[in-house]
Every structure is written in structure tokens, then in C-alpha cells.
């Protein structure tokens, strides 16, 4: 470089200090800036999602407010329903200025619900949300919207993975519901001891409520508190079927009842749990009947995963029955991923295929074990191999034992000799066996329509019609303080019998006058 190089570029270094000092700024990177104002943007977006969120609190807590001075469960109801909206609105931030804004300056429980939540990383610039007036902030708190707030508390731990601290929540409000007596508690305390339930089997500490769970089933049904009582029922099937502790389960069937005002949610899980008991149990007609109920009552648009758990049941006990599922239902979007094992095995006891059985129990075989059907498929061992035995009988007039044994893939004739003497004793086939030559000989068709199978089928499809025409009278809702809208008042009557005397007496003055 040159002398008067350098010189021209240290005079164009001053020149830029200069106009640096005479306040001229240097522009920013777009970039820079450009994220910024995104990063703003989302900002007030979540205050704005806040906002809205903590208007719907308020009305949440007008409509318990309502319930608790009309006695009315409908209000309370509509809260509840709510609540799986609300879960996906949930932070730290709302769930703070919720509680601030109801709980007086000092209160222990304030506190107490303070420590779940995060301090807030930035000053809040959001203006002051007001929930309660300033006469009534000190005052005290609603035990309803109490255990409502705790609630919100307790489900949000349980979505942000903090289990330990969910199940000392927990704790809190089963304290908080043991103080009080409200029949106006009973909906909100159903949804307490639910989650309560989920906090410890979450911690793997299902075990240790099994008698805290019995007191309360007890105490629920002596104050006739059927949603409390259906709640906490099949919380204990639920916690003895994970332990698959199905005699006690039945056992706790038989001697309590389910509540017939329960809840369609409360219902579709109990009828779960009885099919799940019922096939264990052998009873696979009475299991499959609770299945296809539990699946009418379960919500139409959501709950996917319950509805699955349902059809992978209920499909393996209709297999067990000897029916074949509908094809329609593996093709629905929702199930079709997670019911393809299933798919195979319909398709290998409806062909009567072994060898596509055993591929798919060993294929799946860790899956049927997680989901609580591996017991039940293995049964099904013998229905392949039945419905191989018809399919032969159908196909062939005669064959011989040692084809038998080929087609079902056995070890020997004999084996094969042995399970079609069975099959005819079932009346799975008509036919009959000559030892001696070692073959197989089918029987006429008999004509079905002049045997008792149609009565029967049509016995059953009567029955099974009738049973969900009577649940669909009872699960029947009208609005409260209905049944008298049209009936007249006292006065009305006696206004009405005064204008009936009164024509009377002129139709008989009428009378007396004509000649």
C-alpha cells in the first residue's frame, strides 16, 4: 500500500467517527429487526390469548356462583363441560393473576397454590384483572370455587409432567373436600377424586389409595352422591384391573351398584371394565353386549384413544365368539393404524389360516401384551383351527385324515383325527370319520330356516334393540322446572271454576225462560 493510500483511508475513518459523533446512527440489520417485532408480536398475542382466557374464568365462576344459590346442577355442569377446553389454556401466567384476583392479600391457601407455579420471568404490563368487588375480596372464599381452583392447579401439573407435586395438590384438596358437606360439591368433587386417582397411579402409587378410595365410595354412597359414587367406582375397577386383580374386581361389582344417573362418560368406562372382567371370565356374550354399549356411549368426536382400547377388545371377544368384526371399521381413519394387528388376526380366523395366526402373535405379541388382549388372542388358537375344520368340511365331500393334517399344518393324522372327532361332538361340522380307511366323509347340508338358528338370531337382535330403546328413555334430558309450564296456577283454577259457575247459572236462567 502506498503513502497516499493510507492516508486517504485514515481520512475516511475520521470522517465516519465524525458522523458518528455528530449523532448520526448507523442503521440496524432488517433481520434484527424483523425478529424482534415477531418476537413482540407473539408477546401480545399471549396476552391477548390470556385475557380472553381469564374472562372465561369469570364466567366460570358467575355460573358456580349460580349453582350454589339455585341448587341447580346445570350450571355447574356446563363448568365442567367446559373444563377440556380450558385445560389447553392453561399457563403460569393465567393460573397467577386467577388466584391473586380471587383470594384475599393474606390467605394461607393463596400461598399454598403460589408455590406451584413459576414466578413470572418479566414485569407483568397487563392491566389489573378484577374478579371479585371490593366489598366481597375479603371476605370468605366459595369452598366450590376453591376446590374449582385447585382443580385448575392440579391439572395443569399434571400436563406439565410435575407428578410429585401434583399428588401433594392433590392431597390439599382431598383435605380441603373431607372439611365440607355440600351436595352442591358433588360434581366438582367427582372430578377431584378422579385426578386424584391420576396424580398417584401417574407416580406409580395406585396401590396405597385402594382404602382411601373405599372410604370415600362408602361415604359417597350414603349421601347419594351418584356422580362421586360412579367416579370412585371405577377408579377401583380401573386400579384392580391394572394389577389384573379380576376376582376382586368382580367381587366389587357384585356387591355395590352403579349409579343409573351417572354421567355417558362415567358409563361407556364402566361397561368397559365389566366386558374386559366378563371375557376374562369366559363370559364372552355377556363381555361382548357391554362392549358395543360402552362404544354407544362414548363421546361421538373425541375420546379416540378410549374408542380404540374398546374395538381392540371388543373385536378379539367377537372373534372368540365366533363372529367376524365389520371391515368398514378397520378402513376408518382413526383406527386404521392402530387395528391393523387385529385386521391380521380376523383375516387368519376367518380363512382358518395357522401359519398367518402364529406369524401374527409373534409378530405383535408385545403389542397384545401392553394392550391387555395377549390371554384373549391365544384362545383364539382353537377357533383358527375350527374354522379350518369347517372350511375343509365345506369344501370337500371327502378327504382323507393325513390332508387334514397337511392343510391345518399338524404334527400327525392322529392329531388331526382327534380335533375333527371334537369338532363334530361341538357341532362345528357335520360329518363322520371312518378309522379304518382314515378319511373324512361330509354330511347333507341341512337347510338353516328350518332349524331353530333364525329364531334365535331374531330373539337376540329383538333383545339387543328393546335394551338400548329403554338406556336411550333414561339418558332422555329436559330443562329443570319444566313439567309445570303449562299447568295453571291456583288463582287461574279458580278464576276459571268462577267463569264455569257463572255459565252455568246462565244456561240455567236460559232454561227457566223458554217457554
Not at 393474606?106 to 408455590?115: A, C, I, N, R
Request: hydrophobic letters at 35%; proline letters at 4%.
Amino acid at each position: 500500500m502506498t503513502f497516499t493510500e493510507d492516508m486517504a483511508s485514515k481520512i475516511v475513518k475520521e470522517e465516519e467517527m465524525m458522523d458518528t459523533s455528530n449523532g448520526d446512527v448507523v442503521p440496524d440489520d432488517p433481520k434484527k429487526d424483523s425478529e424482534e417485532s415477531e418476537k413482540e408480536k407473539k408477546q401480545k398475542q399471549a396476552l391477548e390469548k390470556d385475557a380472553v382466557t381469564l374472562e372465561d374464568f369469570k364466567e366460570h365462576v358467575k355460573q358456580i356462583e349460580k349453582a350454589v344459590s339455585t341448587k341447580e346442577k346445570n350450571y355447574l355442569t356446563r363448568v365442567l363441560r367446559a373444563l377440556t377446553s380450558t385445560r389447553r389454556k392453561l399457563n403460569h401466567r393465567v393460573l397467577r393473576k386467577f388466584i391473586v384476583a380471587f383470594f384475599p392479600a393474606v390467605s394461607p391457601t393463596k400461598d399454598l397454590l403460589l408455590e406451584y407455579l413459576d414466578e413470572p420471568m418479566e414485569p407483568d404490563t397487563s392491566p389489573v384483572f378484577k374478579l371479585r368487588s371490593a366489598k366481597t375480596v375479603n371476605g370468605p372464599a366459595t369452598p366450590e370455587i376453591d376446590v374449582y381452583i385447585h382443580l385448575l392447579v392440579l391439572i395443569h401439573l399434571l400436563d406439565t409432567k410435575r407428578n410429585t407435586d401434583a399428588v401433594k395438590c392433590s392431597d390439599q384438596m382431598m383435605l380441603k373436600l373431607d372439611t365440607v358437606n355440600r351436595r352442591t360439591l358433588d360434581q366438582l368433587s367427582a372430578k377431584a377424586y378422579y385426578f386424584h386417582g391420576r396424580a398417584y397411579e401417574l407416580t406409580g402409587q395406585e396401590v396405597s389409595i385402594r382404602s382411601f378410595l373405599h372410604a370415600k365410595l362408602r361415604t359417597a354412597t350414603l349421601r347419594h352422591n351418584d356422580e362421586g359414587q360412579a367416579t370412585i367406582l371405577n377408579l377401583l375397577l380401573r386400579n384392580y384391573l391394572l394389577h389384573n386383580l379380576y376376582d376382586q374386581a368382580d367381587k366389587l361389582v357384585a356387591k355395590s351398584s352403579f349409579p343409573e344417573s351417572a354421567s355417558n362418560n362415567e358409563w361407556a368406562r364402566f361397561l368397559y371394565y365389566m366386558g374386559r372382567i366378563k371375557a376374562i371370565q369366559l363370559e364372552y356374550s355377556e363381555s361382548n353386549k357391554n362392549l358395543l354399549q360402552a362404544v354407544r356411549k362414548a363421546p361421538q368426536h373425541s375420546a379416540v384413544g378410549f374408542k380404540q382400547a374398546v374395538h381392540k377388545l371388543a373385536i378379539t371377544v367377537q372373534l372368540l365368539i365366533g363372529e367376524l368384526p365389520d371391515r368398514a371399521l378397520f378402513r376408518q381413519k382413526p383406527y386404521r393404524k392402530a387395528l391393523f394387528p387385529y385386521l391380521q388376526l380376523t383375516q387368519a380366523v376367518r380363512t382358518g389360516n395357522l401359519s398367518l395366526f402364529n406369524q401374527t402373535l409373534e409378530t405383535f405379541s408385545s403389542k397384545f401384551q401392553s394392550e391387555g388382549t395377549y390371554t384373549l388372542i391365544i384362545r383364539l388358537h382353537h377357533n383358527v383351527i375350527k374354522t379350518g375344520v369347517r372350511m375343509i368340511s365345506l369344501s370337500y365331500s371327502r378327504i382323507s385324515l393325513v390332508d387334514v393334517a397337511k392343510k391345518l399344518e399338524l404334527d400327525s393324522p392322529e392329531d388331526a383325527e382327534f380335533i375333527v372327532a371334537k369338532a363334530i361332538r361341538d357341532g362345528v361340522i357335520e360329518a363322520s370319520i371312518d378309522h379304518e380307511k382314515g378319511y373324512v366323509k361330509s354330511k347333507e347340508k341341512v337347510d338353516v330356516y328350518s332349524t331353530r338358528e333364525p329364531t334365535a338370531a331374531f330373539h337376540q337382535r329383538i333383545t339387543f334393540c328393546l335394551d338400548i330403546h329403554n338406556q336411550s328413555i333414561k339418558a332422555m334430558r329436559f330443562p329443570p322446572k319444566s313439567y309445570n309450564k303449562d299447568l295453571e296456577s291456583a288463582e287461574e283454577r279458580k278464576e276459571r271454576e268462577q267463569q264455569d259457575l257463572e255459565l252455568a247459572k246462565e244456561m240455567a236462567e236460559d232454561d227457566e225462560d223458554f217457554p
